[in-house]
């Protein structure tokens, strides 16, 4: 197989496997919010703060560093949560940044000042699992987004990417494909929330010279920003 070239199901799995592999060797992963919100309070200051740190403390060996999409909680940031302990820091700086590697990852002490602050409850909530605002949330479309790097398209494999779009295209037919969204119940995003599968079936009963794949975008409000963000902090699905 070709580095960058996917032909069957079990290209997708090796790159899964590979990946996988390379990941066991880290204790902690380090995940820095990458999102535009974070952004915009200078996360990227953040990242260095920790790679410098990182790399002076010895712990590049067994320690990842990786900038994510948006974790949903821009109001905080910068953030970053330290696996696998799950504990979500808010509010950094760079300074803060560098206590909190060298605590966390080099004592193995969690610096709780710096975690979450939940205010209804007045107290910090230093696990991410154990914060309100992310407990009452199931994430479908933007499950990987926070969870993994947004700059490796080996990461989101590893996630079972690309597979469904792998079995449509190599061991589905056309109709197979668009009985199976039928029976998925998938609408389109705009307001008519029109049925895919009866889109679909209509394009490819067409008769034409040219066939032309088409993507639904949605035009109302709300729909487009979110639109944007999936694809951006997901990359695709
Ligand atoms: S952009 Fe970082 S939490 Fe939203």
């Not at 535009?36 to 740190?53: H, K, L, N």
Request: charged fraction near 25%; include cysteine; aromatic fraction near 6%.
């Amino acid at each position: 197989m070709e580095h960058n070239h996917v032909n069957s199901i079990k290209d997708l799995i090796k790159i899964r496997e590979d990946y996988e592999r390379e990941e066991w060797r880290f204790s902690h992963q380090v995940l820095v919010c990458g999102g535009a919100g974070c952004v915009s309070s200078d996360c990227r200051a953040i990242s260095e703060a920790a790679a410098e740190t990182i790399k002076e403390l010895g712990l590049a060996e067994n320690t990842a560093l990786k900038e994510t999409g948006c974790m949903g909680t821009c109001a905080v940031g910068p953030v970053m949560l330290i696996m696998p302990e799950g504990i979500f820091y808010t509010k950094l700086t760079p300074q803060s940044t560098r206590e909190i590697i060298k605590a966390h990852i080099a004592e193995g002490r969690v610096l709780e000042e710096h975690t979450f602050y939940d205010n209804v409850l007045r107290t910090h909530v230093p696990k991410m699992e154990d914060i309100t605002f992310f407990k009452e949330q199931l994430r479908i479309a933007l499950r990987n987004c926070g969870v993994i790097a947004y700059d490796d398209i080996r990461a989101y494999i590893a996630k079972s990417g690309y597979m469904a779009a792998a079995k449509a295209l190599l061991e589905m037919d056309g109709s197979g494909v668009i009985a199976e969204i039928k029976k998925s119940g998938i609408r389109g995003r705009g307001g008519a929330g029109f049925p895919t599968a009866v889109k679909w079936e209509a394009g490819r009963r067409a008769q034409s010279e040219e066939n032309i794949s088409s993507a639904t975008r949605t035009k109302a409000t709300p729909g487009p920003s979110w639109t944007a963000a999936s694809l951006r902090e997901t990359r695709i699905r």
